[in-house]
């Protein structure tokens, strides 16, 4: 079959189009009056054919579309020519329609062709195709003409390739049409396309089909808004799990969502995070693989673990407790399984589903069974510390894992029955209409897979964190290695691509962890602990004899090191200050043993009192800086940031003040916004089109200007806070003002859900009821079940396009339900740095789904707002 493509696309002088077919690249010739034309010859063999339009200049590529094309292909075609008049598609203006959350979720569709077939004739010489997603499951697009019964016949479009729409058709040259919504059974008109009629000028050669897909239907623009509910899949309880939630168990929080009327499931990272075996490992954001899922959230039972005596006492005993017990479910699990695989691990290495999984997932999923073969072998997830193997290296691993084959193919058996149940769940969402959305973590262990295989990508020597906010006023240390963007654009992001494709396996739409990290990320240098020593990478710092002309000499060390006169160490040591001075400087500066942080914390690793305030202290007067060098620019410095309360800018004269308060403002405010805004850009596209998941961004913080403006250049979704408002000058959001690409919340896994936080600041209380809730009087003590009731609508009637809260502030409305100690809620302190992930249910889901009175009035409450 010969395949002639055409595309009207209006290029500059030196500029032309080519077709892009997998590693194909078609050169197309220009026509006239902007119409570039291209074929080759189909052999057949692929059902159907994805490509794209890209403009070159020179031989390289300036612009690629956003989308791509599929052209399905019959091989029973009577057509030996097909004529395909494409347009070129650009980010559209209801970009996140076209994700797989509306298109396999929200909208998704079985069995709605039939109707378009019975009305259509498939051997048409020309077919309409046209790419619609903003339809809801009811509704059907067809069009209308003078020529079909003066308008009164209307042809639906058959969408079994939905978002996707055809039709072979027939219509008069000359003829008008116009295209429209229709309801489904009826094919009553809902909504006509707006503008004058169109004028049918369609026509094909004798022996070819013309295929037009150049057309875009002219309808206003419509608003879909769901509701949803956020809890991390460890925090489910079930009758049948096993002291923590597991995949198993998400079938039970779907009947519960589909039954309230909400759409969306959205949970914490579900990533393994497995290293040193202890409590510590709760922390979802600190994956010891960016592609394995964990294996604590297997349902043993379907895995082949018996349901014996043992199982199910265990079972009873960690059901039974308040939180999760993360040491002893884990152990348990692990032995468990480990005595299921010795029965049945070569009956399903044999399967051919089990050999297609390893296959497809092979680039990632030895290495990572290496990693915990050797990560158990060796006692630690440390791999500096594996002597051979402590460098990866294909070859030497290969050999590992053909002398430790059968550990390797436990872990391999453990992530493949974790895929099984996960996808299932996935199916059982969408057969509901609900969707999983899941969670993109900005960072990644230095002590995981993803570090041991691919270190070059990662500078190792730096730690991601936060510069001081509302949450911690050190600023947040994460620990992580910091990303070479530089280096992972040489392969055009093939590490994040991989990762974005794993994940849309499993979730439709995805929260981007700390999105301004794609923008600019705050890098602390390896030696510090707190995040006040940090600065922006990527940044333009100012050069030593820039900041001499500003008045900072920083040739001596002045204004880079701690002042150490006697009122600072009284200040920050009291009666101690003379015992500091005599133990810890010499000659005005500190001694190499506490000049940096990392060592005060080994020097002074003791927990009593007269230690921990002498340790505090020291690292207290290492963040009294003026400047902070960068570590890959000799000579170029960084200010401080929030400088203003250290005793260094105390020292100050009265105009050196002046002249850092300017400095430091137009550094963190004015000096990176275009720079920041170029950076993100050259990122954020190939997040978005590595995958077809609906991104949300987390956008909470210190964010710079170009941050929301490029947010709704891409229609990633915001997320908006009511304690967190974006406005200056704000204490409180206003949900009615949200805008409409936004998913909002009235809490997040890192503050206090509502009831706590109404307990939290009395003061702050009373503000919010008077002048949110307009209250009269003084405020409730507690955050009663209609106070909540009252902020949950708010939030449900906001025009954020969805609505999605933490199941404790859901649970806060019904008096009954809700866990009577709210300060048991909270999920994660961010100022702890090893805090216990270990929030649980207190209740089952089983005991959720028969509390009729609540469901009711909550899927009353979510109908009542027009959320669908």
Not at 523 to 534: K, M, R
Not at 596 to 622: K, M
Not at 746 to 774: C, G, I, K, Q
Request: aromatic share 12%.
């Amino acid at each position: 079959m010969k395949l002639i493509f055409e595309i009207e696309y209006r290029t500059r002088w030196g500029e032309r189009l080519v077709l892009l077919l997998g590693k194909r690249k078609i050169l197309l010739e220009y026509v006239d009056n902007g119409l570039w034309r291209g074929a080759f010859v189909h052999r057949g063999g692929a059902d159907a054919l994805e490509y794209r339009y890209a403009v070159e200049c020179d031989g390289a590529c300036i612009r690629r579309e956003w989308g791509r094309h599929v052209l399905p292909l019959s091989a029973r075609s009577r057509f030996p020519v097909l004529r395909i008049r494409d347009r070129w598609i650009d980010i559209p203006a209801d970009a996140p329609f076209h994700s797989a959350a509306f298109t396999r979720g929200f909208f998704s569709r079985s069995g709605g062709a039939a109707a378009a077939k019975r009305t259509s004739t498939a051997g048409e010489a020309v077919l309409l195709r046209l790419v619609v997603p903003s339809l809801w499951s009811d509704e059907v697009l067809a069009i209308a003409s003078d020529s079909l019964d003066a308008w009164q016949r209307i042809l639906p479009l058959d969408d079994s390739r939905f978002p996707e729409w055809s039709l072979a058709v027939h219509l008069p040259r000359g003829s008008e049409y116009k295209f429209l919504i229709a309801d489904r059974k009826t094919l009553e008109p809902i909504l006509w396309e707006e503008g004058a009629n169109r004028t049918w000028n369609r026509s094909a050669a004798v022996g070819e089909q013309f295929v037009e897909a150049s057309l875009l239907p002219r309808f206003p623009e419509r608003r879909w808004r769901g509701a949803g509910t956020a809890i991390p899949v460890f925090s489910l309880r079930s009758r049948e799990s096993f002291g923590v939630g597991e995949f198993p168990d998400l079938k039970l929080l779907i009947d519960w969502a589909a039954a309230t009327r909400q759409r969306v499931i959205q949970l914490l990272p579900v990533h393994d995070t497995t290293m040193s075996g202890t409590w510590e490992d709760s922390y979802p954001y600190n994956a010891n693989s960016s592609f394995a899922l964990h294996p604590q959230f297997l349902r043993l039972t379907a895995a082949g673990v018996p349901e014996d005596e043992e199982y199910c006492r265990l079972r009873d005993e960690l059901n039974a407790l308040a939180e999760v017990d993360y040491e002893r479910v884990n152990r348990t699990k692990q032995r468990l399984l480990r005595e299921a695989f010795a029965r049945q691990g070569r009956r399903t290495a044999s399967r051919s589903d089990y050999r297609a999984f390893v296959e497809a997932n092979r680039s990632w999923l030895i290495p990572y069974a290496a990693y915990c073969t050797l990560r158990d072998e060796y006692g630690t997830a440390e791999f500096s510390q594996w002597g051979d193997y402590a460098r990866y290296d294909e070859k030497r691993i290969a050999a590992y894992c053909l002398r430790n084959r059968r550990e390797v193919a436990f872990h391999c058996y453990v992530q493949y029955h974790l895929h099984l149940q996960l996808s299932e769940v996935v199916r059982y969402a969408h057969a509901r209409g609900v969707i999983l959305k899941g969670d993109l973590p900005i960072g990644v262990s230095r002590t995981s897979a993803d570090a041991w295989q691919s270190p070059r990508l990662f500078h190792l020597d730096a730690q991601a964190g936060a510069p001081p906010d509302a949450f911690s006023a050190a600023g947040q240390n994460w620990g992580f290695p910091t990303y070479d963007w530089e280096r992972m654009a040489r392969d055009g992001y093939a590490w994040w691509r991989s990762r974005l494709r794993k994940m849309s396996e499993y979730f439709d739409a995805y929260r981007i962890d700390h999105i301004l990290g794609f923008f600019r990320i705050w890098e602390i240098p390896a030696e510090s602990v707190h995040g006040l020593l940090g600065h922006f990478n990527p940044a333009l710092p100012y050069s030593a004899e820039e900041l001499r002309e500003r008045g900072f000499d920083l040739s001596d060390g002045r204004h880079t090191t701690p002042p150490t006169e006697d009122w600072v160490l009284e200040r920050l040591f009291g009666d101690r200050a003379g015992e500091v001075r005599s133990l810890c400087i010499r000659q005005g500066r500190l001694i190499p043993a506490c000049a940096t942080q990392r060592r005060v914390l080994q020097r002074f690793s003791g927990a009593d009192e007269s230690t921990t305030r002498l340790r505090e202290g020291l690292l207290a007067l290492l963040d009294d800086v003026l400047f902070v060098e960068d570590p890959r620019r000799k000579g170029f410095y960084h200010p401080r940031i929030d400088a203003r309360t250290t005793c260094s800018y105390q020292l100050l004269a009265p105009w050196q003040r002046e002249a850092f308060d300017r400095l430091h403002d137009d550094f963190f405010y004015r000096r990176h916004d275009r720079f920041w805004r170029e950076s993100g850009l050259r990122k954020l596209p190939m997040l978005l089109t590595a995958s077809d998941m609906l991104p949300c961004g987390e956008d909470l913080g210190m964010i710079p200007d170009c941050v929301p403006e490029t947010m709704r250049m891409l229609q990633i979704l915001s997320l908006e806070v009511q304690r967190m408002p974006k406005e200056p000058g704000e204490t409180f959001a206003d949900p009615a003002r949200y805008p409409y690409l936004s998913v909002c919340t009235t809490s997040t896994h890192d503050m206090n859900p509502l009831r706590a936080w109404w307990e939290e600041d009395r003061a702050l209380t009373a503000r919010f009821y008077r002048e949110v809730l307009h209250g009269e009087g003084n405020p409730p003590w507690f955050c009663e079940p209609w106070v909540c009731r009252r902020i949950v609508e708010m939030h449900l009637a906001s025009p954020a396009m969805l609505a999605v809260l933490p199941l404790q502030d859901w649970l806060s409305m019904d008096g009954t339900l809700r866990l009577e100690k709210p300060d048991r809620e909270r999920i994660n302190i961010p100022a702890v740095p090893r805090h216990y992930w270990r929030y649980r249910m207190h209740l089952t889901l089983e005991e959720l789904l028969a509390a009729e009175e609540f469901n009711t009035m909550l899927h009353d409450m979510i109908a009542m707002s027009r959320r669908r």
